[in-house]
């Protein structure tokens, strides 16, 4: 069955520390993924697509097609990144996505 | 995604009644979703529509009810029939490809 597991509910880092949330995903074919945030009383928004490749924020994810994975990474962490983290999967190319239960990153000072 | 409007935003029922959430969009997207997210619990599918007059059950859709007259509009009732309904309701839409965009949700307590 195609899923995707985040398997940390709560991540919580001092602020300058690396961050990495994980996403795994389980899907034989070609993937399309992402990441969305949820900052408080904020609406969800859309974080990375794996396809673009860029860096948003400072946050950047690699597809790991081997380890089928898509983790998110950030040198070093800022307060501001306090949030919930929500990895998604596209099996379908229609916009139909499949989320994770999502990750709640805590930057403490 | 400013395009993506949901009201009220807070909502507040007696335990029996039956309750209808509104999305509407102006984004000219085909596909809509509504979502309903629990603590601990992240994103569940409640609803989809990829055409107007066409909508599909998402993972939990006993206990609410979907229509899609118009492109523009996705309605959520929420039923009596629903047995645990005190939740935040996400609506979203999609192009088709290249994610989706969320409305600032509706929340919604049944006492």
């Known amino acids: 069955a195609q899923r995707v597991t985040q398997p940390e509910k709560l991540l919580s880092v001092f602020k300058g520390a690396p961050v990495e949330l994980k996403c795994n995903y389980s899907y034989s074919g070609s993937p399309e993924l992402f990441w969305y945030v949820q900052y408080s009383r904020q609406r969800l928004q859309l974080l990375l697509r794996?396809?673009s490749r860029e860096s948003i924020k400072g946050f950047t994810a690699d597809l790991n097609k081997g380890e089928t994975s898509f983790h998110l990474k950030k040198p070093f962490a800022q307060e501001e990144d306090s949030a919930m983290y929500y990895c998604a999967l596209d099996t379908s190319n229609t916009g139909k996505l499949i989320f994770g239960q999502g990750t709640t990153l805590q930057v403490k000072p | 995604d400013g395009g993506i409007t949901q009201s009220p935003k807070y909502l507040f029922r007696k335990e029996g009644q039956n309750v209808t959430l509104s999305c509407e969009q102006n984004?000219?997207?085909?596909?809509m979703y509504w979502y309903r997210q629990d603590p601990g619990q992240g994103l569940r599918l409640i609803y989809y529509?990829?055409?107007?007059?066409?909508?599909q059950k998402g993972d939990i859709a006993e206990g609410y009810s979907v229509s899609r007259e118009k492109k523009e509009s996705f309605p959520l009732t929420v039923t009596s029939a629903q047995k645990n309904p005190t939740a935040f309701y996400l609506c979203?839409?999609?192009?088709?490809?290249?994610?989706?965009?969320f409305g600032p949700g509706t929340r919604l307590t049944v006492t």
């Open positions: 979203a839409t999609s192009p088709g490809t290249g994610g989706q965009y």
């Open positions: 984004l000219n997207h085909d596909a």
């Open positions: 529509s990829q055409i107007v007059n066409d909508f």
């Open positions: 794996h396809i």
